[in-house]
């Protein structure tokens, strides 16, 4: 089946810093690629969706300059939280389509957390 | 927009007794409707899914949910709970958009306990 990873599983960095996540699609040409994100006890947010080779589309609220989303390649998509701050600790999770495909593969997440 | 309402944050059920997880939803064109296991610090896994077609689908791990258009619902069920169904179950609904779907629409998830 479709297999999604993504690194760092876990990580802790202090406020202030910039720390970038990566979403893999292992096995597919990821040509969309989706970032959520879920608070604790809380149901996913969608964060932005980004399609390989143009810019992404952020959810309104989303501040775009601050989690910057890159999607150079079919098989790989980046989140960076830029100037982290304690509010933005929280669980992230992409998740990646083929094509015209409804059905969306999802990564394991990253769990970010600020000091 | 589109919305999900899960009823019960929380809903506890004896092992080998029946599971329903309830899920309403709110869509202005015809949704795609899916439900998504999620185990401790882990990604999102798919149960199932219904696009368009027969009605009530058969997912995985003996799970299955019935899409009423009437009701707007995709209740969730299992014939007999296990221990190890224990975990957190997102509804999640999507359109479809230039042939494929969008993002995701979450419900705030239900916890399943499940009780020896």
């Known amino acids: 089946g479709a297999v999604v990873s993504q690194h760092p599983s876990r990580v802790i960095c202090k406020s202030g810093t910039s720390v970038k996540i990566e979403c893999r699609s292992l096995d597919f040409q990821a040509t969309t690629m989706f970032w959520y994100r879920q608070f604790p006890k809380k149901s996913l947010m969608l964060m932005a969706t980004s399609n390989e080779g143009s810019k992404a589309t952020y959810e309104q609220g989303v501040e775009k300059d601050k989690f910057l989303i890159n999607h150079a390649s079919l098989t790989l998509s980046t989140l960076t939280v830029t100037s982290a701050h304690p509010e933005d600790s929280s669980f992230y999770i992409c998740s990646a389509r083929w094509g015209n495909s409804y059905e969306q593969y999802f990564g394991p997440g990253t769990r970010l957390t600020v000091t | 927009a589109q919305s999900v309402t899960q009823l019960g944050s929380h809903v506890s059920v004896s092992e080998g007794a029946l599971v329903l997880l309830r899920c309403n939803y709110s869509s202005s064109v015809p949704p795609y409707l899916f439900w998504y296991v999620q185990y401790p610090n882990q990604g999102l896994q798919l149960l199932l899914k219904y696009t368009t077609g027969a009605t009530l689908v058969k997912g995985i791990n003996g799970f299955e949910a019935e899409f009423k258009k009437s009701e707007t619902s995709f209740h969730l069920t299992k014939p007999s709970a296990h221990m190890s169904d224990a975990a957190e179950y997102f509804c999640?609904?999507?359109?479809?958009?230039?042939?494929?779907?969008?993002?995701?629409?979450f419900g705030k998830g239900t916890h399943l306990i499940i009780q020896p």
């Open positions: 999640a609904v999507s359109s479809p958009s230039g042939g494929g779907a969008d993002g995701l629409t």
